[in-house]
């Protein structure tokens, strides 16, 4: 079988897609402690160990007081990162590359779903202008390297993702996963309430993590060009609503309190998936009510 490089298998979307494909029985290969920030160090592990197929899940990110915090870390990060793997793939004849892009570069919108001809149009918000970046950056990379190379990618734009093996601490997290936090260690100590950053307004797009590694799988077994393909539910759900349903599943019976002196972000990001079901003829099939359950009975067995 194809060698498989999944780049970034230490984090959450990582850790998951090699995790889900050694059970598939993929022959998946990891980087161990290389600096991919290092070109020559990323050039003598593709040397080395001849992959013919990468997932880049070495995106920085996380949540808005995250990227508030470090946006000069995350913009060398993720340039760095995804111009030498890139390079580093031409030099050494890899067949495909499949790019996690995020969907923060769509422009801002306040209804409708995103279509893939928009995103990388028009200004971005401010809250998630350093990740749009540098996602715009990647793409452009390999517009062109396909181009001129020949390099067959898959980029797929990804809405919010959550699931076993998120991460779940307050700053890193994003809405989701610091909801389940907060609401399952507010549940453990009996306490009265939970603070909710924010309005409670902004809706966003939720997509499982298993639902992202089958697009990876379906990218590995469909002949794609570079044109961005989104991968998510296609369904708003306001942070009120998701924090509500979060509370349910949990069965925490205190007070949400929404902190409003906290920023929003950007107000609206639903995305159409009617392309994906083009190209691959299938769409995310997890639905909210149960993946946070499924989320909520990993954290029970591996966090509290």
């Known amino acids: 079988m194809k060698r498989i ?14 995790k889900i494909l050694k059970t598939r029985g993929y022959n998946v290969i990891t980087s161990g402690k290389i600096n991919f920030k290092n070109l020559n160090q990323a050039k003598i592990f593709f040397k080395k160990q001849k992959p013919q197929i990468i997932i880049n899940c070495a995106i920085d990110t996380g949540g808005i007081s995250y990227v508030n915090k470090h946006p000069g870390e995350i913009f060398i990060n993720n340039t760095l990162v995804s111009l030498n793997l890139q390079e580093s793939a031409r030099l050494s004849g890899v067949e495909k590359l499949i790019n996690i892009l995020s969907n923060s570069a769509y422009p801002p919108v306040n209804n409708g779903l995103l279509k893939e001809q928009f995103w990388g149009n028009g ?9 749009g970046s540098t996602s715009r950056h990647t793409y452009i990379n390999s517009m062109a390297f396909n ?60 997509v499982y993590v298993d639902d992202l590694v ?22 708003g759900i306001s942070i009120k ?14 007070k949400l309190v929404f902190d409003t002196s906290k920023p929003d972000g950007s107000p609206y990001k639903v995305m159409d998936t009617s392309y994906c079901k083009k190209v691959f003829n299938w769409v995310p099939k997890t639905k909210i009510e149960d993946g946070i359950k499924k989320t909520i009975t990993w954290y029970n067995k591996n966090i509290l």
Do not use: C
Not at 159 to 183: C, H, T
Not at 214 to 235: Q, V
């Open 5 to 18: 490089f999944v780049a970034g298998a230490g984090g959450f979307i990582g850790k998951r897609t090699v």
């Open 214 to 235: 089958e697009a990876f799988i379906k990218s590995i077994k469909t002949r794609t060009d570079p044109f961005p393909i989104n991968i998510s539910s296609g369904i």
């Open 147 to 206: 181009r001129q190379f020949g390099i067959q990618y898959s980029n797929l734009i990804v809405g919010n993702v959550y699931g076993p093996d998120d991460y779940f601490d307050p700053e890193k997290s994003y809405a989701l996963g610091a909801l389940i936090r907060k609401i399952m260690d507010a549940k453990e100590n009996s306490l009265k309430e939970v603070t909710v950053w924010g309005s409670g307004k902004p809706v966003r797009d939720w």
């Open 241 to 254: 609503k998701l924090a509500l349903m979060i509370q349910v599943a949990a069965g925490f019976r205190g």
């Open 123 to 131: 200004p971005m918000h401010e809250s998630v202008l350093v990740i």
